[in-house]
């Protein structure tokens, strides 16, 4: 049907994919506007800061203990996230109970919310006085709001529909007879679970993992509310940026900058990777191991 | 109401693993999601319905909604038209490279918003960017003001249209818009009368998911526009900015509205995907 396409509309030899049609134009111009041109201007920046200094300014114990909050932090939350979100998800495939369609608006909130709201709510049901802090300050000695805990739980509330999301699909398409079969053949429910359920579904929860800690990474709006932005203590690497370039020292924004976008793209490879897997998995489940 | 009282009474009794599932997840959910959306309900409306509307006639909070507004109101055509295009372009070509340029439409959901903001100060500041002289020398303000935020959020925003059109246009095939060719319309009409009609329920989806999150970007629009309260103030930087102040009701006022559009859009989401789906189930696909 392409080919038939393409040929009815004289394209003087060159492909398809070359012949600049509106649509083509539209696309290519305002990618290069509004991505390719800022991409471009921190990469340049960023190189004219020379090897030597980048890596100073990039490895400062400062932006290290950065490191280790925002990326440490936002795997466990991510791993936690993995764990329940499993789970949950497993609830609204597999079990049928009142409040289900609740449970499946709500789990949308925190892509629908604004982090800045998402910031506000999370902060006060936390602090000392709030509906959570304040049992947990006073039961538990825990402070939450204002410490490296409050970080983690906004890294938590903004990372969990991720695993929910991307194993919901691939539970439903999951045939129940596989199941039947091990339990049949004298599996446990928890062979069944672990020998059977587990490894299908294992594409989609790490790739929901992946894009969970790739968003809980890059978060700044609920996080910079419920921290106290201390650095050493709970100061997130976006949020060092942002200090960065008020302090008027653009270099160090631009470097620490280029370390989270180096990261991005990393993560953006790496969750690709793991969706080309999870196809594989549902195309050929037996060959696939 | 009673229902799930019920419900947990007889399942409490025995704690079978059909019954913890379920507990487990709400549970979870509860002190992550519900919680805290209950909180700002309640901080908003706890004094009362008065209080709360009083707040809403703040000068500084109206003129971060219309702020608000008009970033919607640049982000959401601008990006539409890129998504159509980009669709149109891409959605039905086999070309080399083609899921590397998917991967560059979806890549500012990667990017972490502040670095999008960033990357703008380092192209447009007058002082540090690479375009400065330029931008000095024509007199334009695009740092630290609209122009600037505006281009914020369409970046963070523009992947939404494009990634809800383009699965639903290579599904469709190019069936109809063959024989409408053959018929003798042109390349616009096709556009105007057979693509978009076709792919409309996507449309409708990415748009709502493009209006939601230009209302409420915080973190690229924060690092380019200088939070000038009354002037470069949308709401999502309101709320931080009257919590940080400590006039904590007049947070929790912009909170709430902007929790009622996220809700809204939730609301017609869902509704979207039922429509889709009973479509799905009325038709099956050819």
């Known amino acids: 049907m392409v080919s038939l396409a393409a040929g009815r509309r004289a394209g003087a030899g060159l492909p398809s994919w070359l012949r600049l049609s509106w649509s083509w134009r539209i696309t290519w111009l305002y990618l290069a506007l509004v991505l390719f041109l800022p991409l471009g201007a921190m990469a340049l920046k960023a190189a004219a800061v020379g090897p030597v200094q980048f890596w100073e300014l990039a490895t400062t114990p400062e932006a290290i203990a950065t490191y280790k909050i925002s990326f440490g932090l936002s795997f466990v939350a991510a791993l936690l996230n993995g764990v329940f979100g499993l789970v949950i998800a497993w609830a609204l495939v597999r079990c049928r109970f009142p409040g289900r369609r609740l449970l499946h608006a709500l789990i949308d909130l925190p892509f629908a919310l604004p982090t800045a709201v998402a910031g506000l709510a999370l902060a006060s049901i936390y602090s000392t006085n709030g509906w959570l802090g304040a049992p947990l300050k006073a039961l538990f000695g825990i402070e939450v709001s204002f410490t490296w805990l409050g970080v983690a739980i906004a890294m938590v509330f903004i990372s969990l529909p991720f695993v929910v999301r991307s194993v919901e699909p691939v539970l439903e398409a999951l045939e129940i007879d596989q199941e039947e079969a091990a339990w049949c053949l004298g599996a446990s429910p928890r062979q069944t679970l672990v020998k059977v359920v587990l490894p299908q579904l294992m594409p989609a929860i790490l790739s929901g993992v992946a894009q969970g800690y790739s968003r809980a990474v890059g978060e700044y709006g609920s996080v910079v509310m419920i921290s106290s932005n201390v650095p050493f203590k709970d100061l997130i690497t976006p949020t060092l940026i942002i200090q960065k370039l008020e302090e008027y020292d653009f270099a160090s924004a631009t470097v620490i900058g280029m370390v989270m976008l180096a990261f991005s793209l990393v993560s953006l490879v790496v969750i690709n990777g793991l969706q080309v897997w999870g196809r594989h998995w549902e195309a050929n489940p037996t060959t696939a191991a | ?286």
Request: hydrophobic residues 55%.
């Open chain 2, 1 to 286: 109401m009673r229902k799930p009282l019920r419900w947990l009474k007889a399942h409490l009794r025995w704690p079978k693993p059909s019954a913890l599932i379920p507990l487990i997840a709400f549970a979870y959910v509860a002190v992550i999601i519900l919680l805290p959306a209950l909180e700002v309900v309640v901080g908003a409306l706890g004094k009362g319905l008065e209080p709360f509307l009083q707040n809403l006639h703040s000068e500084e909070l109206i003129s971060a909604v219309k702020m608000t507004l008009l970033m919607a109101l640049i982000a959401v055509p601008a990006n539409t038209i890129f998504g159509l295009a980009a669709a149109t372009a891409i959605a039905r070509r086999q070309f080399p490279g083609k899921a590397l340029l998917l991967s560059i439409i979806d890549l500012p959901f990667s990017i972490s918003p502040v670095v999008v903001g960033l990357m703008l100060v380092l192209l447009y500041s007058p002082s540090n960017g690479l375009f400065g002289d330029v931008v000095n020398s024509l007199g334009w303000k695009i740092i630290f003001s609209w122009p600037g935020m505006a281009l914020a959020t369409i970046i963070v925003t523009f992947p939404f249209m494009a990634r809800e059109v383009i699965p639903l246009l290579e599904e469709e095939g190019w069936d109809q818009e063959e024989a409408a060719r053959t018929l003798g319309a042109s390349n616009w009409q096709v556009f105007w009368k057979v693509t978009l009609p076709s792919v409309r329920w996507a449309v409708l989806y990415g748009l709502i998911l493009t209006t939601a999150r230009a209302l409420g970007e915080f973190g690229a629009v924060s690092v380019v526009s200088g939070n000038i309260a009354g002037q470069t103030q949308t709401l999502p930087l309101f709320v931080e900015d009257a919590y940080k102040q400590y006039q904590t009701e007049l947070a929790y006022g912009a909170a709430l509205v902007l929790g009622g559009v996220a809700l809204v859009s939730l609301l017609l989401k869902l509704l979207v995907e039922q429509m889709i789906g009973g479509l799905k189930d009325d038709q099956p696909i050819n």
